[in-house]
């Protein structure tokens, strides 16, 4: 065999490898949800503990699609329970709430923050066009007898011809969940709820 035929074979080899690498490679992303609320005295000191609670499928948040959109999938790094309850957390303690954990039975106000659906998928499983992306959050306020619930969503459709890389992937899912949050900041509901009840 010339060594022109070895380094052929060697080529197509690790070209090979790559491509099965590629096919087999989930895209770990960090969830970092953010709030920006305006400073208030609604909580004027009261004790309030956050509890993050997930009901995401085990086996990602989506595919992005492309000849290998079987094992394209999108798995989160982190805990996405720990990120929702701290950006939850820091926006309420703008409002005057002291946070304490969730184990706290002292806590005046218990807030859980369901995360009831989170996805990034593509449709197209040739090429990458069209990526969906959806958050949802079923909210529970609690003040002694009282409960307030309240659901909140975002969603968009990117097109794109390049599939995006993981950059991109965890900028737009950390959009998503703080413009979710940032909508129980912005619920007139739940301040008349916290004013009512405190």
């Not at 958050?135 to 990117?158: H, M, P, W």
Request: include cysteine; charge should be negative; aromatic fraction near 6%.
């Amino acid at each position: 065999m010339s060594v022109e035929d070895t380094v052929k074979r060697l080529f197509i080899i690790l070209s090979l490898c790559t491509l099965v690498a590629c096919a087999h490679s989930p895209i770990q992303i960090q969830v970092r949800p953010q709030v920006q609320v305006a400073p208030s005295v609604i909580g004027s000191g009261y004790t309030l503990s956050v509890q993050g609670v997930s009901e995401l499928p085990e086996d990602g948040l989506g595919s992005l699609g492309g000849i290998y959109a079987d094992t394209a999938n999108i798995r989160l790094a982190n805990s996405v329970e720990d990120a929702l309850a701290s950006a939850l957390a820091e926006g309420f303690a703008q409002w005057g709430f002291r946070t304490v954990p969730a184990t706290d039975p002292s806590a005046r106000v218990q807030v859980v923050a369901d995360l009831t659906g989170l996805k990034y998928d593509s449709p197209n499983k040739i090429y990458t066009s069209q990526v969906d992306s959806e958050a949802e959050i079923q909210l529970t306020v609690r003040i002694g007898g009282a409960t307030y619930f309240g659901s909140y969503r975002s969603s968009g459709k990117d097109r794109s011809l390049i599939k995006p890389n993981k950059e991109e992937v965890e900028t737009r899912l950390n959009g998503l969940l703080s413009a979710t949050l940032q909508r129980v900041f912005e619920d007139e509901k739940i301040k008349m709820f916290l004013q009512a009840n405190l």
